[in-house]
């Protein structure tokens, strides 16, 4: 019987109670020991709720009690969740956790101090939620050359962008169902404006470049000023929006970037519909994988913490090797990332195509009946810099989606 | 440094001396060890081969060499593959293998053997090619109560009803294709007829059921019937046609098949298009995740290969648990399954409606201006059985494709 504690019983800390209990005899089965709950922190008390009786309001309870041996950490945050997770692992406790920002924030120092204690820092749920990602990247590609990851890393958004595509709604519209249904929260800036996807794509490309990634040094767009217009557009390319999460390691350099993007139906992420997240990695030897499913919510979320607590039990006493290295990546300058670029403009097509090719060099115009006193065109492939450059030299540019 | 032996230097094997030599770097920083490969068995020389001086022709040199810690056994076929492998992995050498055959014919006791001598049997590579789809349910979904497993899971044929689909073509015709490109082999009934998707959702369901799951005892159907005519009804339907191994652990029993299906585009399924293979898993607190790539191919299936030699170096000495029991599973009556079913008839819908209402209870007709002088029905929920009885009482059906 191993014995886990629990700290925070909000929706993914109840979640984690609600799947060891559910999944009691599958979860021993894998584990080969039985996994009990022994203790709950959270500041409120629960009456009536069957764990009252394990919760404790102080922490060093739990730290103290040599006999927990696991700890998932889903309080979310990074104080106090980051003394108590260091603490723990100081002690040779492993911990779980779902909590992106004190992953992105203190990721390999952590992973470290557990290497030094022969335990474990896990963090699965931190990125995708249900989805198995961070484990792919660690124990299954393993013979591969990881040159790109780039995934629909946030439900919220996605969900958003997916009623946009069908409905032809504006975003304010969408995004207050969204808000009405719970899918959005009250205050959606982390969501809408990419702040969560910037953290996860962090997380990814550490486990990527070995090396540590700061997310404040990601560039990072949201979905704000996506229009039903540029979804017209969108549908006569035959391709969608999407909030996308890149890291790519290339001739060119490491790049990491949260932006909407034009997804054809040629991609794998094209298909990622309504709150559903989908990761697509490409490496040198197996080409293009996709990992799929449900990127949040309650129990998902703890399925993945469990799935940690899972391989925490598989392994006590042994430090399973993690490549995320405390060594700072040094990211390139985005202005050299090269791709295409969907450019909507004032005027019309036929009179200003010269004047365009001449600062962008050979573009495609895209025709779209649904939009008038305007007209749009896909540039070849260039870096962010020059496109800056040749969008200078063109007057009435509205607005620019990458590809 | 861990010392590896290849056994059997075909498309495989070469692909794993390749990689290993590609990505050393990238292996031997996750492995935390470098691998070497220091034999290559084969009946075969290779003069010029950079591994000419590592080729043997008797396996026991590399049996009786106590400094090999690994092999990997991409010979395939069932003899001598089985023997070697017994016999290395009672000597504590852990065993790789992308040999689906043995896999789904000897995995248990094989696991077993690897269970008394702290060593390994590993095959991701047996499924799914380069996929992590093996880890993903042994490692990553334990927390999971799984319910059904349904994946495309042979590449060949989804080439083949790919194309079928895009260009209206032929069956007949588009494997003459496929067989000259080299993505169909001379004699294609291990694919067409779904024999070897068959082995592999075997392999599958065992993983999710935790007992033997003997191939011989699904039930198998390949797409040598799909009809451009079926394509023409799938678009009616804003469906394709796809074929399905399934593993299904419901409140009406354990349940395998391989079989053509109809797949809508609200399955993630629905976009693996081409050569790619997607596996769909369904379980009680995720719901569904999908795991897409590369299902066949020399360096995807090597890198494969390759990912579990590095789990074995992890673990030298340490037995990777596995719930794949040698007990074997009691599936149920493939006639008590139930789904729904699109069927084709002679003659006009508005004339034999009442007929097949009569026999099938209410069916959605299936408009189709491309077919004449037939018409087409979907059911509703109904068992295997119970169509076969009311297929009987209905005159002229021309086919069925499970939904």
Known sequence: MVQVAVLGYGTVGSGVVEVIEKNQQ???????????????????????????????????????DASVDVICETMGGIEPAYTFTKKALMSGKSVCTSNKELVAAHGPELIRIAKENNCNYLFEA???????????????????????????????TNYILTKMEREGADFDEVLKEA??????????????????????IAILSSLVYGENVKYESIYTEGITKITPADFAYAKQMNKTIKLIGISCNNEDGKFAMVAPRMIGTESPLNCVQDVFNGILVHSNMLGDSMYYGRGAGKLPTASAVVGDVVDCVRNLG???GCIWDAKDAVLSD??????????????????????????????????????SGEFAFVTGKMSEDAYKAAAAKVSGIRSMIRM
């Open 26 to 64: 599958e979860i021993s089965k894998r584990a080969g020991s039985e996994i009990n709950v022994k203790y709950v922190l959270d500041l409120r008390d629960f009456p009536g709720d069957p764990i009252q009786e394990k919760v404790v309001h102080d922490a060093d309870i739990i730290l103290n």
């Open 126 to 156: 931190s990125v995708g939620g249900g989805i198995p990602i961070i484990r792919p990247l660690n124990n299954a590609l393993t013979a591969e050359r990881i040159d790109c990851v780039m995934g629909i890393l946030n439900g919220t």
């Open 179 to 200: 808000q009405a249904l719970g899918y959005a929260e009250r205050n959606p800036e982390a969501d809408v404006e990419g702040y969560d996807a910037c953290r996860k």
């Open 318 to 320: 042994k430090h399973i």
């Open 334 to 371: 985005i202005g050299a990332f090269k791709q295409q670029y969907f450019v909507r403009a004032e005027g019309d097509a036929a009179a200003r195509k010269a004047e365009v090719e001449g600062a962008f060099g050979e573009v495609s115009v895209v025709e779209c009946p649904a939009v």
